[in-house]
């Protein structure tokens, strides 16, 4: 994280994989350095390195009689980071058409009720959100389409928009191993997937 500053506006970068020699975390941390380049002040949160627990438990299920309920003491540290943010940026994996155990455990068991949803004045009014997702499969393979339906529904409007983030979008990375790629080809696909996020993380400056 960079010194803090009344002014600068701040970027959440949540890493939604394992490893951090990965693809996912390369495009994170470049989403960052991106972002810090254009005056946001960017807390990472490496969600493995960080040892976030994605298991859910009694402390963090929803009381939904008690908004004001007291969660997991590991629970208001992370919300305190999303509520510190002016923009979320989730990178993650596809993993069978879906998030990742880690980062869906940190949804699940972080975005909480009274926390992000459950009130009459939401307390995410006013951030914004980008979810960058590297998918295995070409972008022109037939089941591609359940990828971009995933990002488009269960993402975009059934977690941010519930959430009172209606200014979200998701971006997907396609052909994220570069199939039988290699060379000067493989260099370009790469390239060309770097600049899909650029291009995504851009329009957040
Ligand atoms: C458990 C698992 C499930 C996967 N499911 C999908 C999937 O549903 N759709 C897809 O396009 N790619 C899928 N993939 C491929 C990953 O999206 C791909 O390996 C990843 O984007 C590569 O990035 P990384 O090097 O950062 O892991 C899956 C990979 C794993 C390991």
Redesign the pocket.
């Known amino acids: 994280m960079s010194e803090t500053s009344e002014t600068e506006p701040v970027a959440l970068v949540v890493i939604g ?1 394992h ?1 951090s020699d ?6 994170a941390e470049r989403t960052a350095k991106r972002l810090a380049a254009g005056g946001y002040r960017v807390d990472v949160l490496h969600l493995e390195e960080e040892a976030f627990d994605p298991r859910n438990g009694v402390a963090d299920e929803p009381d939904y009689g008690d908004r004001e309920k007291r969660y997991s003491e590991e629970v208001h540290r992370h919300i305190a980071r999303v509520h510190a943010a002016d923009v979320i940026v989730p990178v993650f ?6 998030l ?1 155990a880690l980062l869906k455990g940190w949804i699940d068991r972080v975005w909480n009720y009274g926390l992000t949803y459950g009130r009459s004045k939401s307390p995410m009014a006013g951030k914004r959100m980008l979810w960058i ?5 070409a972008e022109d ?1 037939p ?2 389409a ?2 971009r339906a995933f990002l488009d529904g269960p993402l975009r409007v059934g977690i941010s928009a519930y959430c009172g983030i209606p200014d979200a979008t998701a971006v ?3 052909d ?2 570069g199939q039988g790629l290699t060379g000067a080809e493989r260099d370009r696909h790469y390239r060309e997937l770097f600049a899909k996020a650029d291009a995504a993380v851009d329009v957040l400056l």
Request: charged letters at 10%; glycine letters at 6%; hydrophobic letters at 50%.
């Open positions: 994989h490893r990965s693809l996912t975390a390369a495009v994996p596809v993993w069978w058409y879906g990742p997702a590297l998918a295995g499969l393979d089941n591609s359940l990828t997907a990375l396609f994220s191993e």
